[in-house]
T-cell receptor, first 115, second 111 residues
Framework: GAVVSQHPSRVICKSGTSVKIECRSLDFQATTMFWYRQFPKQSLMLMATSNEGSKATYEQGVEKDKFLINHASLTLSTLTVTSAHPEDSSFYIC???????????FGPGTRLTVT | EDKVVQSPLSLVVHEGDTVTLNCSYEVTNFRSLLWYKQEKKAPTFLFMLTSSGIEKKSGRLSSILDKKELFSILNITATQTGDSAIYLCAVGDNYGQNFVFGPGTRLSVLP
């Protein structure tokens, strides 16, 4: 149990376009979903935390107008990178947690390449 | 400010060695400490610890938490090259909302 999926797993887009990444909890209801970004050889950087039905809480330094997060249901959260630029190229990982036992389950990640 | 510190940041050992990875934390409203193994993609969950002194084991891996001294260790015995990865420690708060990750320990196991 506790499987989280992400789609797409890999995406290449042109500079200036927008990209949407989906994160789904497949067999449980996730009251909270997290979006992380990882740069090569570095740890995870939390971008934002989202609760179903409410606005996401962004970490300091993360542009909320650029990284739009929607948590429409207890099993789906989306991250939209708007007007993507090459510096947005990265590995984006989502995770989901249940109210108990406070674990996070990670999705497999999405590799975004902006050309 | 909540923080999680891991040491060492990098470690190189040979197959068969035993390693101990450390994670210390300063977090308000501590609820749980989690260990993850990250290879090429997203981290995979290893352990969740909530109580002091209770060792969790999975094969050659084991972990224990000390809530008084605010740290946890992850032991790997008889290491194998497949253990090479980044090991992440994260601490969750009492509401299941906020997690703070450490920088990770990059473990390299040489044949």
């Amino acid at each position: 149990g506790a499987v989280v999926s992400q789609h797409p797993s890999r995406v290449i887009c042109k500079s200036g376009t927008s990209v949407k990444i989906e994160c789904r909890s497949l067999d449980f209801q996730a009251t909270t979903m997290f979006w992380y970004r990882q740069f090569p050889k570095q740890s995870l950087m939390l971008m934002a935390t989202s609760n179903e039905g409410s606005k996401a809480t962004y970490e300091q330094g993360v542009e909320k107008d650029k990284f739009l997060i929607n948590h429409a249901s207890l099993t789906l959260s989306t991250l939209t990178v708007t007007s993507a630029h090459p510096e947005d190229s990265s590995f984006y990982i989502c995770s989901a947690s249940r109210t108990s036992p406070y674990e996070q389950y990670f999705g497999p990640g999405t590799r975004l390449t902006v050309t | 400010e909540d923080k999680v510190v891991q040491s060492p940041l990098s470690l190189v050992v040979h197959e068969g060695d035993t390693v101990t990875l450390n994670c210390s934390y300063e977090v308000t409203n501590f609820r749980s400490l989690l260990w993850y193994k990250q290879e090429k993609k997203a981290p995979t969950f290893l352990f969740m610890l909530t109580s002091s002194g209770i060792e969790k084991k999975s094969g050659r891996l084991s972990s224990i938490l000390d809530k008084k001294e605010l740290f946890s260790i992850l032991n790997i015995t008889a290491t194998q090259t497949g253990d090479s990865a980044i090991y992440l420690c994260a601490v969750g708060d009492n509401y299941g909302q906020n997690f703070v990750f450490g920088p990770g320990t990059r473990l390299s196991v040489l044949p």
